[in-house]
């Protein structure tokens, strides 16, 4: 019986798609185990190497806890909008619609081939009306809520109308726009129009105009994430901003709860300050500054208030709506100039390049409510509109960025800072100063900051604040491949569509041009987007990370025509236990997941209000990159060893064409047409290329399809191959060549179990205690490492285990049972086979999972040091359980102790046990 893994594997794969092998039930006695992969996109790419490092962990992790008794949710789907979608058709000539659907199919033939334990039965597509119904009905739900401040939870906005109506706003500070107040009677005074503008300001998805990354070429608004340089990360195509109207989340209002649910789930220490740093939770106060021979007041947001005294000139953002008001006739020039030149910067650039120092004097000056000092009022990019006021008063003695900014123009730098003082003569002015505005009681200094905070409210020109760095979420897309937002438009004023009218499915298109004024291609659609006079759809579409920010749940119950999940499913499932992806994810699809399930919470659609209960972020498996040489001006190419003696050209080759470092000559000529007439410059007759180790990219030539690695070793030695190559969490190189040493492992398992000629030799014999030593410490050692995705190790102990268990020609059943069991998370297809070769009619998926019996590793014997007067001259194996007596017997027996003894008898015998034995004469 030889181990033919091609039709063992064809084979379980096909019985367990038959058998319905991974089905899971919502109503099971045993405990739940929810286990979920960070679902992927389609790409046309299809799966490398790199993208299974997770997917075979989370694998590997869902069949040990079948085994240790859990009903198990393990299943997959395809984050199948976005703007990579689309931009794919548009390039193949192809919709969407088709590319998106090929792709999959690809993917899960892919996926198939690598024994996966999923429940296909549950898959889902975010891009099938019957799932994107939900997730326009789970919008619906944030737009008709608003976050109560005083409960501290999502609520209908229906009862903030009865708030409204009964009191007014005087205790619910608007969200939106601060500015806004009104009684009852004045609402309800109110037109239906200006009620429903009011009320746009508290919802928790709302309209509003914002200054957007406009990208013409790709026809959309561009994340702040996705413009690199002033231009696209995809296409490398000219961004600008651009003033539109946009969906947002108010994700700020939830900022609080955002941070504090950190603490209850098991995320990294580094994945959690991620989290943290986004958030940007900071207390301090607003200052109004008043404007020199002007009615306008510059708002600044500070975390140290009492540094007032200190503050030698204001910033405030590009985008500031006061930029206009109060830059003087002489710097408009200058200003506009300015204006311009921030207008090709990202948001992340702006806060990255601290090194460059950017700014215009807009003339205008502040006045210090203080000491009445004038400070020059400056704009930057560094400040940002969206935080804060959008302003800042700058204090060049106690900021590093300040400082160097005020070196750079020339503004002239005051000593006075808060409780920081340069000298006796700087110390006699801040005391002056203070005491001239009453902040001395005596001679004595009271706490600063809440001295300054007590006297601006007092004055009437400040308040404590607690300010986040994060920004409310954008949520608009100006391109087709994306939800349609369930929203019409009655004569310029947004509605809900009606639950039974949904899903409004995405009407088919056959070109995916903007609108004429930078709206979505929808927009184009005039029978769609038309429904009736003055009524219209919305031409924008959601965002890729809506479908994404709630799909956990809708594996939960994915078939539920009534609800996106039913709360029994839900408060079965409950929290995702264990979540493997990427860290690229950390902050973006993170926030919103977390974000829609806390709204979802609140309104009690469902019972907790974290998602996933613990991440593991895996690593990237790395391309070894292989490279030729070409002769600069030829086709003929010169091996790495002596490219030095050329001038020549490095030019990226696939690696599939490449035995390790040696190049396939011939290949190369039949690769790409450029190359048909190639020579070669040989060293020791072969072509060796270079390696550089990079990003795993199609680009770059350096992906591996996981499809040639299972046709020539196998699924099962794939799977263990990802998982040797180090910890899951780590980063490291794909290298091919040391795939075959785990096949060979492989193969000497089987050789256990059976013989090409002699077949089955599984035999009853009664197990050794060595060999229940072997089993047992590879018991314990699985099992923890398992347990804890210490997968590395743990392939490493199946090979030490079946090496010593070859050594001592252990085929007995008692033994090998166990180990197979123990390695069915890890190569699923050989250990059915060999299962059912040992006569078992039930799938090994169900067998129980080993105990461990420390009995077993007890160590029964030791290695004692023998010293005779202090000095080793021995060492005896000797049981630990030997009486005293016993072992002075047997170390005076000892040859070499006799030796050194020379004769005489000892004074006394030293032992400790388990640890030496000295001889004293």
């Not at 790199?50 to 962990?57: D, F, Q």
């Not at 799909?551 to 539920?560: A, I, Q």
């Not at 010593?804 to 998370?825: A, D, F, G, W």
């Amino acid at each position: 019986m030889e181990y033919n893994f091609r039709a063992i594997e064809k084979k379980w794969q096909e019985q367990w798609a038959a058998s319905h092998a991974y089905r899971v039930s919502n109503d099971s006695p045993k405990p739940k185990c929810y286990v979920l992969d960070m679902f992927p996109y389609p790409s046309g790419a299809g799966l490398h190497v790199g993208h299974p490092l997770g997917y075979i962990a989370t694998d590997i992790y869902a069949r040990y806890k079948r085994l240790k008794g859990y009903n198990v949710l393990h299943t997959m789907g395809y984050d199948a909008f976005g703007l990579p979608a689309e931009q794919y058709a548009m390039e193949t000539g192809q919709h969407p619609a088709v590319t998106t659907a090929a792709n999959i199919n690809a993917f899960r033939t892919q996926l198939d081939n690598i024994g996966f334990c999923y429940d296909w039965e549950r898959e889902i597509n975010t891009s099938d009306p019957s799932y994107y119904k939900w997730t326009q009905w789970i919008f619906l739900q944030i737009f008709e809520s608003w976050y109560n401040r005083v409960t501290q939870k999502a609520t209908p906005i229906s009862e903030l109308v009865a708030i409204f109506e009964k009191e007014g706003n005087t205790a619910h500070i608007c969200p939106g726009d601060r500015n806004i107040q009104f009684t009852a009677a004045q609402w309800q005074a109110y037109t239906e129009k200006e009620q429903r503008d009011i009320l746009m300001q508290y919802r928790l998805a709302f309209l509003a105009y914002a200054e957007v990354n406009w990208c013409a070429a790709l026809g959309t608004v561009l994340a702040n994430d996705e413009v690199v340089n002033g231009v696209s990360e995809r296409g490398g195509y000219p961004v600008v901003k651009k003033k539109m109207r946009q969906w947002f989340l108010r994700i700020t209002e939830y900022a609080n709860r955002l941070l504090e649910g950190l603490e209850t789930v098991s995320f990294s220490d580094a994945m959690k300050e991620m989290q943290r740093n986004w958030i940007g939770k900071s207390q301090g106060a607003e200052i109004k500054f008043a404007v020199k021979n002007s009615t306008e007041q510059v708002e600044v947001y500070t975390t140290r208030p009492d540094t007032i005294f200190g503050v030698d000139f204001i910033v405030i953002a590009p985008e500031h709506e006061l930029v206009q008001q109060i830059t003087t006739p002489e710097q408009q020039t200058a200003i506009q100039e300015y204006l311009d030149y921030v207008q090709s910067r990202s948001e992340r650039e702006r806060m990255a390049d601290v090194k460059q120092v950017t700014g215009c004097f807009t003339g205008a000056y502040a006045i210090n409510p203080f000491d009445g000092r004038e400070i020059p009022v400056w704009i930057a990019e560094y400040v940002l509109a969206g935080y804060g006021t959008g302003a800042i008063m700058a204090v060049p003695c106690g900021d590093q960025r300040d400082f160097g900014f005020a070196r750079h123009f020339n503004i002239p730098i005051t000593n006075i800072i808060g409780d920081a003082f340069n000298g006796e003569e700087a110390n006699s002015t801040k005391e002056a100063t203070l005491q001239n505005s009453g902040f001395l009681d005596g001679t004595a200094m009271k706490p600063a900051m809440d001295i300054v905070i007590s006297k601006l409210e007092e004055m009437g020109i400040g308040k404590r604040q607690i300010n986040y760095k994060m920004r409310d979420a954008g949520f608009s897309r100006q391109r087709y491949w994306g939800e349609p937002f369930p929203i019409i438009y009655k004569d310029g004023i947004p509605y809900a569509m009606e639950e039974k009218d949904l899903p409004l499915e995405l009407p088919h298109v056959d070109e995916y041009k903007p609108g004429e004024e930078g709206e979505g291609p929808l927009a184009n659609i005039t029978d769609w987007v038309n429904i009736a006079p003055d009524v219209k759809r919305e031409t924008n579409t959601m965002p890729g990370y809506a479908g994404s920010s709630w799909y956990f749940l809708r594996y939960m119950d994915p078939h539920n025509k009534t609800t996106f999940a039913d709360r029994k499913a839900t408060d079965y499932w409950n929290q995702v236990d264990v979540y493997v992806g990427g860290t690229e994810h950390a902050v973006g699809h993170l926030l919103y997941s977390r974000l829609w399930t806390k709204v979802l919470y609140d309104l009690g659609h469902i019972g907790f209000e974290e998602p996933f209960k613990s991440l593991i972020n895996q690593g990237m498996i790395g391309g070894s990159s292989r490279l030729v040489y070409r002769i600069r001006g030829t086709h003929q190419f010169v091996s790495h060893g002596l490219k030095d003696q050329y001038e020549t050209d490095e030019l990226h080759v696939d690696v599939n064409i490449v035995d390790g470092v040696e190049l396939d000559t011939e290949a190369l000529k039949k690769w790409k047409p450029d190359f048909e007439n190639a020579t070669f410059i040989l060293e020791d007759g072969k072509y060796i290329c270079g390696v550089q180790l990079e990003k795993m990219s199609k680009r770059l030539f350096n992906t591996v399809n996981p499809n040639d690695l299972v046709e020539k070793y196998g699924a099962d030695t794939f799977r263990m191959y990802e998982m040797f190559l180090g910890p899951v969490e780590q980063s490291k190189p794909w290298d091919t060549k040391g795939i075959e040493g785990v096949h060979r492992f492989l193969k000497k398992l089987w050789r256990l179990f059976a013989d090409e000629q002699k077949g089955i030799l599984v035999n009853e014999q009664a197990a050794t205690p060595e060999e229940l030593k072997i089993l047992h410490k590879t018991i314990n050692k699985i099992d923890h490492d398992t347990n804890g995705f210490s997968y590395n190790t743990a392939v490493s102990q199946f090979m030490i285990c079946v090496n010593e268990l070859s050594s001592l020609r252990c085929h007995k059943r008692s033994i090998l049972e166990p180990v197979l069991i123990l390695l069915t998370p890890y190569a699923p297809h050989l250990c059915e086979e060999l299962w059912q070769y040992l006569g078992h009619n039930e799938s090994i998926l169900n067998a129980p999972y080993p105990v461990y019996d420390e009995a077993h590793t007890r160590e029964s014997t030791f290695n004692y040091p023998i010293a005779v007067n202090g000095k080793t001259r021995a060492e005896m194996g000797i049981a630990l359980d030997a009486a005293n007596e016993a072992i002075e017997q047997e170390v005076l027996a000892n040859e070499a102790v006799q030796k050194w003894l020379e004769g005489k008898t000892p004074k006394k015998i030293i032992i400790v046990k388990g640890r030496m034995i000295n001889v004293v004469i």
